[in-house]
């Protein structure tokens, strides 16, 4: 089965301050990976999504992500934090079954706390 | 165009009751997918509808139970309520079936006492 793995439970950086979190995932074949985020008391928004071609992909709010075969990695990154990019972010794979239907195996989250 | 709506937002209910939550899919999306998020963790999937039959199903007891409408609107219901179905209850929905991207819904925070 399918895993994704976030191993930053949370992380604090000063605004204005690069930030990338991590992710891992276990995925036999090519995998389709996404970022969400979650404001407090909020769903989830997409920000961006792998799926295959080129391995650096752009999204919303200025993130971008790299997809590393080689690591089975997908970390997110965004050069210059704002105080309004605090949330909760999920890596989350996207996985098929028998009878091909699908759905998304997600790691527990990184909580972003951003300093003024 | 509407995105996916829940309600109801919030919903205290006591220990052996029962709950029923909706989602309406975003306008076009025929296929509707239900997750429990618990505190502090990630989403996990409960089951998905497709033209109103359950399609897939996570790890969770026949007391979470779900329908889906010829509209494609959908429900959730969880029969004799524990504390630990204490979540947010999360909606998505997708365009076609055989699509990873999902589009979800603001969430419906049950709280059982």
């Known amino acids: 089965a399918q895993s994704v793995t976030q191993p930053d439970i949370h992380i604090t950086v000063s605004e204005g301050a690069s930030l990338e979190l991590r992710c891992n995932y276990s995925y036999g074949a090519t995998p389709y990976l996404f970022w969400y985020v979650q404001s407090p008391g909020q769903g989830l928004q997409l920000l961006l999504k792998?799926?295959?071609?080129d391995t650096l992909v752009q999204g919303i709010k200025g993130f971008e992500a790299e997809f590393k075969r080689s690591q089975s990695s997908f970390n997110l990154r965004k050069p210059s934090v704002h105080w309004s990019d605090a949330a909760e972010y999920f890596c989350a794979v996207g996985e098929r079954n028998a009878g091909n239907n699908r759905k998304l195996i997600w790691g527990l989250g990184t909580s972003l706390a951003v300093n003024p | 165009d509407a995105g996916v709506t829940q309600s109801p937002t919030h919903l205290i209910k006591t220990r052996g009751q029962q709950v029923t939550l909706r989602c309406s899919p975003k306008?076009?999306?025929?296929?509707v997918s239900w997750y429990q998020q618990a505190l502090g963790q990630g989403p996990q999937f409960i089951f998905q509808?497709?033209?109103?039959?359950?399609?897939q199903r996570g790890n969770f007891p026949d007391r979470f139970s779900g329908h889906q409408f010829p509209n494609y609107s959908s429900e959730l219901n969880v029969n004799a309520l524990l504390l630990g179905d204490s979540a947010l209850y999360l909606c998505a929905s997708s365009l076609v079936r055989f699509s990873y991207e999902q589009y979800f819904g603001p969430g419906t925070r049950l709280t059982v006492t």
């Open positions: 792998y799926f295959s071609g």
């Open positions: 509808y497709y033209e109103e039959e359950e399609r």
């Open positions: 306008s076009g999306h025929d296929t």
